[in-house]
C-alpha cells in the first residue's frame, strides 16, 4: 500500500516527521511529504497522530 498526504489538509504541524522521521520530512512549501514508503511501526503511529488525517495508507 502506498502511504499518501492530503496536502490541503495538511497544515503543517510537523508532527508526522518528529514522530517517524524515516519515512515523512518537512518541504520548503511547509507541507509534510513522504521521503520513503518504508512500513515501519513509527507509520502507523504518525499516520494515527496526525490531527488532520492528513495522511492515508
Not at 17 to 41: G, R, T, W
Amino acid at each position: 500500500m502506498t502511504i499518501k498526504i492530503n496536502k490541503e489538509k495538511c497544515i503543517g504541524c510537523g508532527l508526522c516527521s518528529s514522530v517517524c522521521e524515516e519515512v515523512f520530512e518537512m518541504k520548503d512549501d511547509m507541507k509534510a511529504h513522504v521521503k520513503s514508503q518504508k512500513n515501519i511501526p513509527c507509520t502507523k503511529e504518525a499516520i494515527t497522530s496526525c490531527p488532520t488525517e492528513a495522511i492515508s495508507k
